[in-house]
C-alpha cells in the first residue's frame, strides 16, 4: 500500500509544538512578529500573502502587513524593508516575490536584515546554508525535510534526484540533502531543463523531489518501484471546474502512485508545511533575537 502523506496533518503538529515554543516567548514577554511586504496586484502573490498571514493569526504571532503601489519607486520599497529591519517587534521580514521589473530582486533580498530573513534568501544566509551552518533552512525545502521525517524516510545513503534549480527550491533542497547532518547524507542529482533523459535519472532514485513548474511531468514510468516522491508543483491546468481551472502537481499522481512507496499529493502535501516552516523561522529569529531560549519541533 502506498503511503500517500497528509502535510496538512503534519504541518499542523509542528505548527502545534510551535505553540508551546510561543507560548514560552510570551511568559518573557516577547510577542514573534511577522511583517509581510507586498508589492504586486497578482492574485496568486495576494493570496500567499493573506495565508501566511493567517497562519501568524491562529498561532498568536504578530502579523504586519505593508503594501506598496506596484507602480512606486523602488526606494519605498526599500526604504520599508530598511524600517522593518530598524523594527525590535518585528523578528521576521518576508518580501512576496515576484516583486515588479523595474525593482531589481536581488537589491531588496541584500537589503532584508539577515538575521530577519526568515525565507533564508539572503545571500548571507544562502553562504550559510552551502556552508553547512544554515541559520534559517527555506521555508519549502525544510519543510521537504520534515515531510520525509515524518513519513521515516531515511536519507543516508540514498540516490535523490532534485528536478528543479531554482534558488527557493530546488539549489536550497539539495544543498540540504547533501549536508553532513540529518535528513542529508543523500547523494543527490540535480536536473533541470537541459537534462536529458530526465526518466532515466528519476529511476535511479530512492528518492524524487520535483519542483520544475510543469504539470505531471513526472509520471510513473520515471517513478522506481518503492521510492518516495515528493511533489512540489502548483499548476493551474483548464479544467471544467466552477474555477475553470484545478491545481495539478509536477507529478502524475496516480500513475506514480502505483510505482512509489511514498508519496505526496498536491494540493494538501507541500504546501502546508511551507508556511509551518514560515512560522517555525519566525519563532527562531524572535528566540535567537530577544535571547529568549525555546526547544523547536
Ligand atoms: P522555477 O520556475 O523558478 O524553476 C523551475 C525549475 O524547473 C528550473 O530550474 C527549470 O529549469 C526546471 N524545469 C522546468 N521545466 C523542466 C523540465 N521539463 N524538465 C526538467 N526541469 C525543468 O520554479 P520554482 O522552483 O519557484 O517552483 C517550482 C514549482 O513549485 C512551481 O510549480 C511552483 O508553483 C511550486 N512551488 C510550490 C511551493 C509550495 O509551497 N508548494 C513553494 C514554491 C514553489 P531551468 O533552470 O533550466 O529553467
Redo the contacts with the bound molecule.
Sequence with gaps: MTHVIDGNAVANRIQNDLQECIDDLETAGVTPGLATVLMSEDPASETYVSMKQRACDELGIQGLHHELDPTAAADELFETVTALNDDPDVHGILVQMPVPDHVDRATVLRRVDPSKDVDGFHPENVGRLVAGNPRYKPC?PHGIQKLLEAADVETEGKDAVV????D???KPMANLLIQKAPGGNATTTI?????TD?GEKTRRADIVIA????PE?VDGSMIREGAAVID????RVDAETEKGYELVG?VAFESAKRKADIITPVPGG??PM?IAMLMYNTVKAASVQTDVPVTLP
Excluded at 211 to 214: C, S, V
Excluded at 232 to 235: C, Q, S
Design positions: 519549502t528536478v528543479g534549480r531554482s527557493i527550491v530546488g536536473c533541470h531543463s537541459r537534462t530526465l519542483a520544475a513548474g510543469y511531468l512540489v508543483g502548483v499548476n509536477d507541500v504546501g511551507t
